[in-house]
Protein backbone atom coordinates (compact mmCIF):
# COMPACT_ATOMS: atom_id res chain seq x y z
CA UNK A 1 0.00 0.00 0.00
CA UNK A 2 1.54 3.36 -1.32
CA UNK A 3 1.79 6.09 1.24
CA UNK A 4 -0.80 9.15 0.85
CA UNK A 5 0.71 11.96 -1.41
CA UNK A 6 0.91 14.69 1.46
CA UNK A 7 -1.43 18.09 0.71
CA UNK A 8 0.83 21.35 1.09
CA UNK A 9 -1.79 23.32 -0.84
CA UNK A 10 -4.12 22.36 2.23
CA UNK A 11 -1.57 22.43 4.97
CA UNK A 12 -0.38 25.96 3.87
CA UNK A 13 -4.09 27.12 3.63
CA UNK A 14 -4.92 25.91 7.27
CA UNK A 15 -1.47 27.74 8.58
CA UNK A 16 -3.02 31.55 6.91
CA UNK A 17 -5.87 30.49 8.61
CA UNK A 18 -4.39 29.88 11.60
CA UNK A 19 -2.14 33.10 11.56
CA UNK A 20 -5.03 35.05 10.56
CA UNK A 21 -7.28 33.92 13.62
CA UNK A 22 -3.75 34.50 15.74
CA UNK A 23 -3.93 38.08 14.72
CA UNK A 24 -8.01 38.48 15.86
CA UNK A 25 -7.34 36.86 18.69
CA UNK A 26 -4.41 39.46 19.99
CA UNK A 27 -5.99 42.33 18.33
CA UNK A 28 -8.78 41.65 20.53
CA UNK A 29 -6.60 41.66 23.91
CA UNK A 30 -4.67 44.58 23.01
CA UNK A 31 -8.30 46.62 22.28
CA UNK A 32 -9.50 49.01 24.70
CA UNK A 33 -12.83 46.26 24.95
CA UNK A 34 -13.16 45.36 28.52
CA UNK A 35 -12.84 42.10 28.98
CA UNK A 36 -13.65 39.70 31.90
CA UNK A 37 -11.03 37.23 33.36
CA UNK A 38 -12.64 34.31 31.80
CA UNK A 39 -12.87 36.08 28.31
CA UNK A 40 -9.12 36.25 28.26
CA UNK A 41 -8.73 32.91 29.18
CA UNK A 42 -10.29 31.75 26.96
CA UNK A 43 -8.83 34.05 24.53
CA UNK A 44 -5.23 32.99 26.00
CA UNK A 45 -6.23 28.90 25.51
CA UNK A 46 -7.36 29.04 22.00
CA UNK A 47 -4.42 30.83 21.15
CA UNK A 48 -2.35 28.19 22.21
CA UNK A 49 -4.23 25.36 20.96
CA UNK A 50 -3.71 27.06 17.76
CA UNK A 51 0.05 27.28 18.25
CA UNK A 52 0.80 24.35 18.93
CA UNK A 53 -1.41 22.88 15.82
CA UNK A 54 0.31 25.65 13.46
CA UNK A 55 4.10 24.37 15.33
CA UNK A 56 2.50 20.47 13.82
CA UNK A 57 1.40 21.62 10.70
CA UNK A 58 5.17 23.14 10.63
CA UNK A 59 6.34 19.82 11.35
CA UNK A 60 4.29 18.01 8.62
CA UNK A 61 5.41 20.30 6.07
CA UNK A 62 9.32 19.79 7.10
CA UNK A 63 8.65 15.88 7.28
CA UNK A 64 7.10 15.35 4.04
CA UNK A 65 10.15 17.64 2.64
CA UNK A 66 12.78 15.94 4.01
CA UNK A 67 10.82 12.52 3.00
CA UNK A 68 10.63 13.91 -0.81
CA UNK A 69 14.35 14.73 -0.59
CA UNK A 70 14.84 11.13 0.57
CA UNK A 71 12.93 9.28 -2.20
CA UNK A 72 14.51 11.64 -5.17
CA UNK A 73 18.06 10.67 -3.63
CA UNK A 74 17.61 6.62 -3.60
CA UNK A 75 17.63 6.43 -0.16
CA UNK A 76 15.30 3.51 1.54
CA UNK A 77 12.26 4.99 3.33
CA UNK A 78 10.90 2.40 5.22
CA UNK A 79 7.33 2.94 6.86
CA UNK A 80 7.53 -0.14 9.44
CA UNK A 81 10.47 1.92 11.02
CA UNK A 82 8.99 4.68 11.74
CA UNK A 83 5.69 2.93 13.01
CA UNK A 84 8.36 1.59 15.39
CA UNK A 85 9.99 4.56 16.49
CA UNK A 86 5.74 5.95 16.69
CA UNK A 87 5.34 3.55 19.30
CA UNK A 88 8.73 3.95 21.25
CA UNK A 89 7.43 7.79 21.61
CA UNK A 90 4.00 6.72 22.38
CA UNK A 91 4.94 4.08 25.03
CA UNK A 92 7.72 6.38 26.66
CA UNK A 93 4.90 9.15 27.12
CA UNK A 94 1.83 7.03 28.38
CA UNK A 95 4.05 4.91 30.84
CA UNK A 96 4.34 1.90 29.22
CA UNK A 97 7.96 2.01 28.46
CA UNK A 98 10.12 3.59 31.87
CA UNK A 99 13.36 4.09 30.67
CA UNK A 100 13.96 7.24 28.79
CA UNK A 101 17.76 7.21 27.71
CA UNK A 102 18.32 5.01 25.25
CA UNK A 103 21.98 4.22 23.73
CA UNK A 104 22.82 3.66 19.97
CA UNK A 105 25.54 1.52 19.18
CA UNK A 106 27.89 2.04 15.75
CA UNK A 107 28.55 0.34 12.64
CA UNK A 108 31.55 1.26 10.74
CA UNK A 109 30.75 -0.31 7.57
CA UNK A 110 29.57 0.29 4.49
CA UNK A 111 29.34 4.03 2.92
CA UNK A 112 26.75 5.78 5.40
CA UNK A 113 29.10 5.86 8.65
CA UNK A 114 26.16 4.15 9.83
CA UNK A 115 24.99 4.95 13.63
CA UNK A 116 22.47 2.14 14.02
CA UNK A 117 20.41 0.72 17.81
CA UNK A 118 22.04 -1.15 20.48
CA UNK A 119 20.12 -4.22 22.05
CA UNK A 120 18.86 -0.81 24.27
CA UNK A 121 16.93 -0.36 21.26
CA UNK A 122 15.99 -3.37 20.07
CA UNK A 123 12.62 -2.12 18.43
CA UNK A 124 14.38 0.46 16.22
CA UNK A 125 16.81 -0.91 14.09
CA UNK A 126 17.53 2.14 11.78
CA UNK A 127 20.29 4.75 11.53
CA UNK A 128 19.29 7.54 13.69
CA UNK A 129 21.50 9.87 12.25
CA UNK A 130 22.56 9.02 8.55
CA UNK A 131 24.91 10.59 6.55
CA UNK A 132 26.58 11.88 8.65
CA UNK A 133 29.67 13.56 6.32
CA UNK A 134 26.77 15.08 3.97
CA UNK A 135 26.95 18.59 3.90
CA UNK A 136 29.95 18.96 5.87
CA UNK A 137 33.57 19.84 3.83
CA UNK A 138 34.34 15.74 3.67
CA UNK A 139 31.75 14.94 1.20
CA UNK A 140 33.29 17.48 -1.18
CA UNK A 141 36.87 15.74 -1.11
CA UNK A 142 35.60 12.09 -0.69
CA UNK A 143 36.33 11.64 2.69
CA UNK A 144 34.49 10.21 5.94
CA UNK A 145 33.51 11.18 9.09
CA UNK A 146 34.89 8.21 11.86
CA UNK A 147 31.93 7.10 13.97
CA UNK A 148 32.50 4.93 17.25
CA UNK A 149 36.40 5.76 17.63
CA UNK A 150 37.14 4.23 20.87
CA UNK A 151 41.17 3.44 22.09
CA UNK A 152 43.48 4.45 19.85
CA UNK A 153 42.73 6.88 16.68
CA UNK A 154 43.21 5.78 13.37
CA UNK A 155 44.21 9.61 11.55
CA UNK A 156 42.79 9.80 7.87
CA UNK A 157 45.60 10.65 6.51
CA UNK A 158 46.05 10.95 2.81
CA UNK A 159 49.82 10.10 1.96
CA UNK A 160 52.55 8.12 2.84
CA UNK A 161 54.85 9.82 5.50
CA UNK A 162 57.23 7.49 4.81
CA UNK A 163 60.94 9.22 2.71
CA UNK A 164 64.03 7.77 1.54
CA UNK A 165 66.81 10.37 2.62
CA UNK A 166 70.75 10.00 1.74
CA UNK A 167 73.10 9.48 5.12
CA UNK A 168 74.28 12.85 5.80
CA UNK A 169 72.19 14.82 3.56
CA UNK A 170 70.52 17.71 6.04
CA UNK A 171 66.46 17.90 4.92
CA UNK A 172 63.43 19.33 5.77
CA UNK A 173 61.75 16.37 6.30
CA UNK A 174 58.05 18.30 6.63
CA UNK A 175 55.28 15.53 6.81
CA UNK A 176 57.67 12.68 8.27
CA UNK A 177 57.81 15.07 11.23
CA UNK A 178 54.47 14.54 12.30
CA UNK A 179 54.70 12.78 15.29
CA UNK A 180 50.81 10.77 14.94
CA UNK A 181 51.26 8.92 18.52
CA UNK A 182 51.57 12.51 19.77
CA UNK A 183 48.63 14.00 18.27
CA UNK A 184 45.86 13.27 20.45
CA UNK A 185 42.06 13.65 20.41
CA UNK A 186 40.40 15.43 22.39
CA UNK A 187 36.83 15.02 22.38
CA UNK A 188 34.02 17.44 23.97
CA UNK A 189 29.92 16.31 24.65
CA UNK A 190 27.99 17.86 22.36
CA UNK A 191 23.68 17.91 21.89
CA UNK A 192 20.82 18.41 20.22
CA UNK A 193 17.30 18.68 21.09
CA UNK A 194 14.14 18.74 19.02
CA UNK A 195 10.72 19.07 19.80
CA UNK A 196 8.26 17.26 18.49
CA UNK A 197 4.27 17.57 19.15
CA UNK A 198 1.79 14.96 20.49
CA UNK A 199 -0.73 15.62 17.72
CA UNK A 200 2.34 14.66 14.83
CA UNK A 201 2.82 11.04 16.90
CA UNK A 202 -0.83 10.16 16.99
CA UNK A 203 -0.97 10.89 13.03
CA UNK A 204 -0.17 8.19 11.07
CA UNK A 205 0.55 9.95 8.15
CA UNK A 206 3.18 12.01 9.68
CA UNK A 207 6.70 10.28 8.96
CA UNK A 208 7.70 11.35 12.64
CA UNK A 209 11.14 9.00 12.26
CA UNK A 210 12.24 11.08 9.02
CA UNK A 211 11.37 14.31 10.42
CA UNK A 212 13.80 13.51 13.64
CA UNK A 213 16.45 11.93 11.80
CA UNK A 214 16.90 15.87 9.15
CA UNK A 215 16.52 17.96 12.40
CA UNK A 216 19.64 15.93 14.18
CA UNK A 217 21.26 15.88 11.09
CA UNK A 218 21.03 19.45 10.00
CA UNK A 219 21.81 20.43 13.85
CA UNK A 220 25.31 18.44 13.48
CA UNK A 221 25.73 19.70 10.24
CA UNK A 222 25.44 23.01 11.42
CA UNK A 223 27.88 22.78 14.61
CA UNK A 224 30.33 20.83 12.67
CA UNK A 225 30.61 23.13 9.76
CA UNK A 226 30.79 26.20 12.52
CA UNK A 227 33.60 24.93 14.43
CA UNK A 228 35.10 23.88 11.18
CA UNK A 229 35.32 27.12 9.60
CA UNK A 230 35.17 29.66 12.31
CA UNK A 231 37.75 32.23 13.06
CA UNK A 232 36.74 32.47 16.31
CA UNK A 233 38.84 31.59 19.38
CA UNK A 234 37.27 28.34 20.76
CA UNK A 235 38.43 26.23 23.61
CA UNK A 236 37.24 22.96 22.89
CA UNK A 237 36.10 21.34 19.30
CA UNK A 238 37.70 23.36 16.84
CA UNK A 239 39.20 23.95 13.26
CA UNK A 240 42.20 25.24 11.50
CA UNK A 241 40.91 28.89 11.37
CA UNK A 242 40.07 29.41 14.79
CA UNK A 243 41.92 32.01 16.64
CA UNK A 244 44.55 33.22 13.24
CA UNK A 245 44.84 36.65 13.04
CA UNK A 246 44.12 37.79 9.86
CA UNK A 247 46.43 39.86 8.63
CA UNK A 248 47.51 38.93 4.66
CA UNK A 249 45.42 39.70 1.98
CA UNK A 250 44.24 38.16 -0.61
CA UNK A 251 43.22 40.29 -4.62
CA UNK A 252 41.00 38.18 -6.23
CA UNK A 253 43.17 37.48 -9.21
CA UNK A 254 44.04 34.56 -10.63
CA UNK A 255 47.81 35.00 -10.37
CA UNK A 256 47.16 35.49 -6.88
CA UNK A 257 44.79 32.41 -6.21
CA UNK A 258 47.41 30.10 -7.69
CA UNK A 259 50.44 32.08 -5.58
CA UNK A 260 48.60 31.43 -2.54
CA UNK A 261 48.00 27.29 -3.16
CA UNK A 262 51.47 27.48 -4.32
CA UNK A 263 52.55 28.69 -0.62
CA UNK A 264 50.93 25.13 0.60
CA UNK A 265 52.79 23.05 -1.98
CA UNK A 266 56.12 24.82 -1.05
CA UNK A 267 55.77 23.94 2.21
CA UNK A 268 55.72 19.90 1.31
CA UNK A 269 52.15 19.55 1.92
CA UNK A 270 50.98 16.45 -0.20
CA UNK A 271 47.96 18.20 -1.63
CA UNK A 272 45.26 15.49 -1.76
CA UNK A 273 42.26 16.36 -0.33
CA UNK A 274 42.78 19.73 -1.19
CA UNK A 275 39.71 22.58 -1.20
CA UNK A 276 38.88 26.00 -0.77
CA UNK A 277 36.58 27.30 1.31
CA UNK A 278 34.59 30.72 0.98
CA UNK A 279 31.69 33.09 1.65
CA UNK A 280 28.68 33.32 -0.74
CA UNK A 281 29.84 36.53 -1.42
CA UNK A 282 33.49 35.75 -2.42
CA UNK A 283 31.80 33.17 -4.56
CA UNK A 284 30.18 35.12 -6.45
CA UNK A 285 32.82 37.40 -7.01
CA UNK A 286 34.80 34.75 -8.49
CA UNK A 287 32.47 33.54 -10.60
CA UNK A 288 31.76 36.97 -12.46
CA UNK A 289 36.20 37.47 -11.97
CA UNK A 290 37.94 36.31 -15.53
CA UNK A 291 40.82 34.64 -15.09
CA UNK A 292 43.19 37.06 -17.37
CA UNK A 293 41.56 40.25 -18.52
CA UNK A 294 40.56 39.92 -22.28
CA UNK A 295 40.10 36.32 -22.57
CA UNK A 296 37.58 33.46 -21.61
CA UNK A 297 36.99 31.74 -18.39
CA UNK A 298 36.60 32.80 -14.87
CA UNK A 299 38.16 31.99 -11.90
CA UNK A 300 34.72 29.60 -10.48
CA UNK A 301 33.11 27.86 -13.48
CA UNK A 302 31.69 24.63 -14.06
CA UNK A 303 31.46 24.33 -9.92
CA UNK A 304 34.89 24.36 -9.34
CA UNK A 305 37.38 26.79 -8.07
CA UNK A 306 40.35 26.48 -11.21
CA UNK A 307 39.57 22.83 -11.28
CA UNK A 308 39.53 22.46 -7.53
CA UNK A 309 36.48 21.92 -5.23
CA UNK A 310 35.03 24.38 -3.19
CA UNK A 311 32.52 24.82 0.02
CA UNK A 312 30.39 27.33 0.80
CA UNK A 313 29.99 28.35 4.44
CA UNK A 314 29.22 32.13 6.17
CA UNK A 315 31.23 30.27 9.55
CA UNK A 316 34.40 31.95 7.24
CA UNK A 317 33.56 35.43 7.92
CA UNK A 318 32.85 35.34 11.95
CA UNK A 319 35.99 36.16 14.01
CA UNK A 320 34.28 35.96 17.33
CA UNK A 321 31.27 34.55 18.71
CA UNK A 322 30.48 37.97 20.28
CA UNK A 323 30.45 40.09 17.80
CA UNK A 324 29.24 37.81 14.85
CA UNK A 325 30.03 38.18 11.15
CA UNK A 326 32.71 40.44 9.63
CA UNK A 327 32.23 42.90 7.01
CA UNK A 328 34.71 41.51 4.83
CA UNK A 329 34.79 38.38 2.13
CA UNK A 330 37.43 35.51 3.37
CA UNK A 331 38.69 32.71 1.23
CA UNK A 332 40.51 29.74 3.09
CA UNK A 333 42.03 27.11 1.64
CA UNK A 334 43.43 23.66 3.25
CA UNK A 335 44.43 20.36 2.34
CA UNK A 336 41.63 18.20 4.69
CA UNK A 337 43.31 15.34 4.62
CA UNK A 338 45.16 16.94 7.64
CA UNK A 339 42.10 17.30 9.67
CA UNK A 340 39.88 14.69 11.19
CA UNK A 341 36.63 14.74 12.48
CA UNK A 342 35.80 12.12 14.89
CA UNK A 343 32.06 10.52 16.54
CA UNK A 344 33.23 8.51 19.86
CA UNK A 345 31.82 5.89 21.22
CA UNK A 346 27.94 5.61 22.30
CA UNK A 347 24.85 7.98 21.28
CA UNK A 348 22.64 9.10 23.90
CA UNK A 349 18.86 9.99 23.15
CA UNK A 350 16.85 10.80 25.82
CA UNK A 351 12.79 11.11 25.80
CA UNK A 352 10.85 13.99 27.82
CA UNK A 353 7.00 14.01 27.48
CA UNK A 354 6.84 15.79 31.09
CA UNK A 355 8.60 19.22 30.29
CA UNK A 356 6.62 20.56 27.46
CA UNK A 357 3.36 18.60 28.33
CA UNK A 358 1.34 21.77 28.36
CA UNK A 359 2.36 22.73 25.27
CA UNK A 360 1.60 19.31 23.81
CA UNK A 361 5.11 18.70 23.27
CA UNK A 362 7.81 16.13 23.95
CA UNK A 363 11.75 16.66 23.66
CA UNK A 364 14.07 14.32 22.31
CA UNK A 365 17.63 15.02 22.96
CA UNK A 366 20.78 13.60 21.14
CA UNK A 367 23.86 13.48 23.50
CA UNK A 368 27.55 12.14 21.94
CA UNK A 369 31.12 12.71 22.13
CA UNK A 370 33.21 14.80 18.93
CA UNK A 371 36.51 15.66 18.06
CA UNK A 372 38.15 17.87 15.88
CA UNK A 373 42.13 17.41 14.97
CA UNK A 374 44.01 19.18 13.18
CA UNK A 375 46.76 17.45 12.38
CA UNK A 376 49.06 19.97 10.63
CA UNK A 377 48.65 23.76 10.74
CA UNK A 378 50.87 24.18 7.66
CA UNK A 379 48.37 23.12 5.18
CA UNK A 380 45.53 25.33 5.81
CA UNK A 381 45.71 29.05 5.14
CA UNK A 382 42.96 31.97 5.61
CA UNK A 383 42.63 35.37 3.80
CA UNK A 384 40.94 38.76 3.52
CA UNK A 385 39.82 38.96 -0.31
CA UNK A 386 39.33 42.44 -1.46
CA UNK A 387 38.30 42.63 -5.59
CA UNK A 388 41.32 43.53 -7.32
CA UNK A 389 40.51 47.49 -8.82
CA UNK A 390 38.75 47.62 -12.14
CA UNK A 391 41.67 48.37 -14.16
CA UNK A 392 45.26 47.26 -14.44
CA UNK A 393 46.37 50.08 -12.39
CA UNK A 394 44.45 51.36 -9.57
CA UNK A 395 43.19 50.89 -5.89
CA UNK A 396 39.70 49.15 -4.65
CA UNK A 397 38.94 48.88 -0.68
CA UNK A 398 37.45 46.22 0.87
CA UNK A 399 35.02 48.48 2.65
CA UNK A 400 33.20 51.66 1.04
CA UNK A 401 31.04 52.43 4.69
CA UNK A 402 31.32 51.43 7.79
CA UNK A 403 29.50 52.47 10.68
CA UNK A 404 31.60 52.38 14.20
CA UNK A 405 30.85 53.61 17.87
CA UNK A 406 33.35 56.08 19.72
CA UNK A 407 36.91 54.09 20.55
CA UNK A 408 36.07 51.72 18.24
CA UNK A 409 38.41 50.65 15.34
CA UNK A 410 38.01 49.23 11.76
CA UNK A 411 40.67 47.62 9.99
CA UNK A 412 40.82 48.73 6.22
CA UNK A 413 42.63 46.99 3.43
CA UNK A 414 42.96 48.23 -0.03
CA UNK A 415 43.95 45.83 -3.43
CA UNK A 416 46.14 47.81 -5.11
CA UNK A 417 47.76 47.19 -8.67
CA UNK A 418 50.37 46.77 -9.47
CA UNK A 419 50.96 45.56 -5.89
CA UNK A 420 54.23 47.13 -4.94
CA UNK A 421 51.91 50.53 -5.22
CA UNK A 422 52.68 52.42 -1.68
CA UNK A 423 49.43 53.52 0.13
CA UNK A 424 48.83 56.63 1.52
CA UNK A 425 45.61 56.80 3.98
CA UNK A 426 44.05 60.50 4.80
CA UNK A 427 41.17 61.54 7.27
CA UNK A 428 38.89 63.82 5.79
CA UNK A 429 37.54 64.95 9.33
CA UNK A 430 40.26 64.08 12.06
CA UNK A 431 38.17 65.02 14.61
CA UNK A 432 35.41 62.35 14.26
CA UNK A 433 37.64 59.32 12.66
CA UNK A 434 41.26 59.27 12.40
CA UNK A 435 43.56 56.80 9.98
CA UNK A 436 46.84 55.36 10.78
CA UNK A 437 49.74 54.39 8.03
CA UNK A 438 48.28 50.95 7.91
CA UNK A 439 44.56 51.78 7.52
CA UNK A 440 43.64 51.68 11.16
CA UNK A 441 40.40 53.49 11.60
CA UNK A 442 39.44 54.91 15.10
CA UNK A 443 36.07 56.97 15.98
CA UNK A 444 36.82 59.85 18.17
CA UNK A 445 33.43 61.92 18.06
CA UNK A 446 29.97 61.25 17.06
CA UNK A 447 29.42 62.13 13.30
CA UNK A 448 31.45 60.97 10.19
CA UNK A 449 34.84 61.05 8.13
CA UNK A 450 35.36 60.39 4.71
CA UNK A 451 38.82 57.82 4.63
CA UNK A 452 41.31 58.01 1.56
CA UNK A 453 43.34 55.55 0.07
CA UNK A 454 45.49 56.53 -2.54
CA UNK A 455 48.68 55.53 -4.47
CA UNK A 456 50.58 57.02 -7.23
CA UNK A 457 51.77 55.55 -10.11
CA UNK A 458 53.75 56.89 -13.12
CA UNK A 459 53.24 60.94 -11.80
CA UNK A 460 49.08 59.65 -11.65
CA UNK A 461 46.99 59.48 -8.70
CA UNK A 462 44.47 56.44 -8.34
CA UNK A 463 42.19 56.83 -4.95
CA UNK A 464 39.38 55.03 -3.31
CA UNK A 465 36.87 55.82 -0.49
CA UNK A 466 35.15 54.63 2.51
CA UNK A 467 32.74 56.64 4.63
CA UNK A 468 32.95 56.01 8.24
CA UNK A 469 30.27 57.15 10.49
CA UNK A 470 31.06 57.29 14.16
CA UNK A 471 28.35 56.72 16.87
CA UNK A 472 28.23 57.42 20.74
CA UNK A 473 29.23 54.54 22.39
CA UNK A 474 27.01 52.36 24.51
Request: hydrophobic content about 40%.
Amino acid sequence: MSKPKFDYKKANERKREIGNRLTELAEKLESKEQLTEQQREAINTEARELKTELEATNMRIAAALANEAAEKQGREVTMSRNAQFRELLQDIRTGKRQEREITLGVINSGDKNNIASAEAMETMVFDLLPRLSEGLIWDKVGMKVQTGVTGNLVWPYATDNVKMVEVGETVQLQDQDINFDNIKAVPAEVGATVKVSFASIEDATFDVLTFVQESFRLAMQDFLNHKTFSQATFTGIKGPYSGQTKTAVLIATYQELLEAKAELINAGVNMAGFCWVLDAKAEALLKATPKAKGQGGFIIENGKLDGDPYFVSHYIRENSTATGMLDDMYIGLGVWSYFAANQHGNIHMTVDPFTLADKGMMKLTLRTRWSLTTLRTQAFACYKLIAPPKDEVGINLNLHAKTIKVGETVQLAAAVLPKTASITWTSATTAKATVTNAGLVEGKAVGSSVITASITVDGKTYTDTCTVTVEAAE
